[in-house]
């Protein structure tokens, strides 16, 4: 079954903290997304990733393809980066599946 | 490009009432999906289109539910009748060689 896993589902950091938010999936995929969604705002896709790492001012994407597993960084974080952060895969299929999705909390 | 574009914003309508969403793609992107968002059940794909043929429609709840795809720019999901329990935030998203970009949601609200 194709499965993707996040953890935490919740992260509370103080501000200026480094944060990672970890993304694992059952087989291989085609490619994973990052996304984020402030509350009762839109989905917005930060990375697209099929190997390596990108980078993205202070946010940080990388995926290890054999270990089946992703993880996105955020260097000195800030309160404007709370919000739902979502892994979601495709399996070699049109489709993309979603992680549960982290809910981060930065506190000033 | 402004983006997937969806319309409305916000719907309130009364239960019984016929809800319809609107999308449009992103010009040359070739799929195009709608996905419906609850606190309960997160992000659920309703259905996907490729090259504007319905691909997979597992995820559409019950008959109440239809979407069409009549040409490569626009798309719309219909409700009818609307129930309270589709209350939800409904996004559009398309798509090209795995790029993926959604929409602002239509959150509906059904009284």
């Known amino acids: 079954k194709n499965e993707v896993e996040q953890s935490p589902q919740n992260l509370t950091a103080q501000e200026g903290e480094f944060i990672t938010i970890n993304c694992s999936y059952s087989?291989?995929?085609?490619?994973l997304h990052w996304l984020q969604q402030h509350p009762g705002g839109g989905i917005v896709s930060l990375f697209m990733?099929?190997?390596g790492k990108k980078k993205h001012g202070r946010l940080i994407a990388t995926i290890n393809i054999q270990e089946k597993h992703s993880s996105l960084h955020i260097t000195a974080s800030h309160p404007r980066d709370s919000a739902v952060y979502i892994c979601?895969?495709?399996?070699?299929?049109?489709?993309?599946?979603f992680g549960t999705g982290t809910r981060l909390t930065i506190i000033p | 490009d402004a983006g997937v574009i969806q319309s409305p914003r916000h719907e309130v309508t009364e239960m019984g009432q016929e809800v319809t969403l609107r999308c449009k793609p992103i010009?040359?992107?070739?799929?195009l999906f709608w996905y419906r968002q609850t606190m309960m059940r997160g992000l659920e794909l309703l259905i996907y289109?490729?090259?504007?043929?319905?691909?997979?429609d597992s995820g559409m709840p019950e008959d109440r539910f239809s979407a069409k795809m009549p040409n490569a720019s626009f798309s719309t999901l219909k409700i009818q009748p609307s129930e309270p329990r589709d209350s939800a935030v409904y996004f559009c998203?398309?798509?090209?060689?795995?790029?993926?970009?959604f929409g602002s949601g239509t959150r509906l609200t059904v009284v």
């Open positions: 998203a398309s798509s090209y060689n795995s790029a993926y970009t």
């Open positions: 087989v291989g995929i085609s490619a």
């Open positions: 990733l099929s190997s």
């Open positions: 979601a895969v495709y399996f070699g299929n049109e489709k993309l599946t």
């Open positions: 010009s040359g992107h070739n799929s």
């Open positions: 289109f490729n090259n504007n043929v319905p691909i997979d």
